[in-house]
């Protein structure tokens, strides 16, 4: 089982959609938890953080349920620019220091 | 701008052939990273340096040589590539530590091994 798995998509959505992207691990002991986005052929960068009481930053919402081990990312009225891939990433504490384990990636298409 | 500079940004090389990437971070951060992007694939992370020393070696083949001269410079040294060699290769660095870690991305280094 791959230890962050996401659904690669892509999601076609028109401008204005709610759009939810769920992501799972596999391991329970992971620590911190995040979203980043990915735009063609450029680096990632850190959308957002998830955190066990829910975190908001404007059109987007993101979630920790560590019961069944997944995070989801909610974003409201999109935006053209909101397309891009959102790569969930866990953190594990491995050898006294923190490693991040990246997922695929969904991919986002948002269109007129 | 993110603060982590990498060159160079294309570059094609030979299976014969010997090339450098250089990454240079202006955060001030104590962790530098390696990692390689496939098509389709997660970043997979290769190198580790925390406050110069190397702490994690993700099995990587020996024909990649990662240098970490001092906390701001990461270089990856590439001797005899493969083909399959071709990918995205990201640096990054983090202020190491905390269990928010956050990572800051360079903008990458498109090779193509022929």
């Known amino acids: 089982r791959k230890e962050v798995e996401q659904d690669p998509g892509p999601f076609n959505v028109p401008e204005g959609a709610t759009v939810a992207f769920n992501c799972t691990y596999s391991?329970?002991?992971?620590?911190?938890f995040f979203w980043y986005r990915q735009d063609c052929r450029k680096e990632p960068k850190l959308l957002m953080s998830v955190y066990s009481s829910g975190n908001e930053d404007g059109r987007f919402t993101a979630q920790l349920n560590r019961a069944s081990q997944y995070i989801s990312l909610l974003i409201r009225d999109s935006k053209l620019s909101d397309s891009a891939t959102y790569l969930c990433v866990v953190t594990l504490q491995r050898g006294g220091y923190n490693k991040l384990i990246f997922g695929a990636g969904t991919r986002l298409a948002v269109h007129p | 701008e993110t603060g982590v500079t990498q060159t160079p940004r294309h570059l094609v090389m030979g299976m014969t052939n010997k090339k450098s990437l250089k990454c240079e971070q202006h955060l001030g951060h104590n962790a530098m990273y390696w990692y390689k992007q496939s098509a389709k694939k997660p970043l997979e992370l290769m190198f580790v340096y925390n406050f110069k020393e190397q702490t994690e070696n993700n099995s990587v083949p020996s024909r990649f040589s990662p240098e970490c001269p001092n906390s701001s410079h990461l270089f990856l040294h590439l001797h005899t590539l493969q083909p399959e060699d071709s990918a995205l290769y990201l640096c990054?660095?983090?202020?190491?530590?905390?269990?928010?870690?956050?990572?800051?991305f360079g903008s990458g280094t498109q090779l193509s091994v022929l």
């Open positions: 990054a660095s983090s202020q190491e530590g905390g269990w928010d870690e956050k990572l800051f």
């Open positions: 391991n329970s002991a992971s620590q911190s």
